[in-house]
């Protein structure tokens, strides 16, 4: 299921427009400036989110954009240059679903390789709602909460697919 290492879509330097060389560097084979120094590294982009159980039933989202739009997601997203992973994951959830969240403890860490715009790197804390009204918002079409035999078919990212399947191995009986 893991993807190879792609070699980035750039061609030139984005920092002097200088027609990027694949040079090894530091084990692998990277795009590197020759003029700058600038290197490529092309790495897996962080992304933040949070398993809400209320009542036994699990928060999730359905995408209202491409990819996978119309699939269903655990409320996440990517972090921002200047945010914190716990930061981004209490963002994420109020922009996507309305709610406030205190952030409990880490839950999982994955790769995301299935994403066409980019591979990701997703963390998964634990949350709990303390305010706000559900309210789907951002890249969130309908939001719903979900006991295990309703857990929906159609799940946007193999990630998720697994976090969820994680959550109900080693958490049994959190989900009703
Ligand atoms: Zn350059």
């Not at 990517?78 to 922009?95: G, H, M, N, T, Y």
């Not at 406030?100 to 998964?124: E, H, Q, S, W």
């Not at 890249?139 to 035999?149: G, I, M, T, V, W």
Request: charged share 25%; aromatic share 8%.
């Amino acid at each position: 299921m893991r993807t190879k290492d792609p070699i980035s879509s750039f061609n030139n330097c984005p920092i002097c427009t200088t027609k990027l060389t694949l040079t090894k560097h530091n084990h692998r084979q990277r795009k590197t400036c020759p003029a700058c120094g600038f290197v490529d590294w092309h790495n897996p982009a962080p992304a933040a989110g949070v398993l809400v159980v209320n009542d036994g039933k699990l928060l999730m989202v359905k995408r209202s954009d491409e990819p996978r739009r119309g699939d269903w997601c655990i409320p996440a997203g990517f972090i921002e240059w200047d945010e914190s992973p716990q930061e981004c994951a209490v963002r994420e959830l109020k922009e996507e679903t309305g709610l406030d969240i205190a952030l409990g403890k880490l839950f999982n860490v994955y790769c995301g390789v299935d994403d066409p715009r980019t591979n990701a790197l997703l963390i998964l804390y634990f949350g709990e709602i303390i305010g706000g009204n559900p309210t789907p918002g951002d890249d969130a079409a309908e939001l719903a909460f979900f006991s295990r035999e309703e857990i929906p078919e159609n799940i946007a990212f193999a990630a998720h697919i697994q976090a969820i399947k994680d959550l109900q191995q080693n958490y049994p009986g959190v989900l009703k």
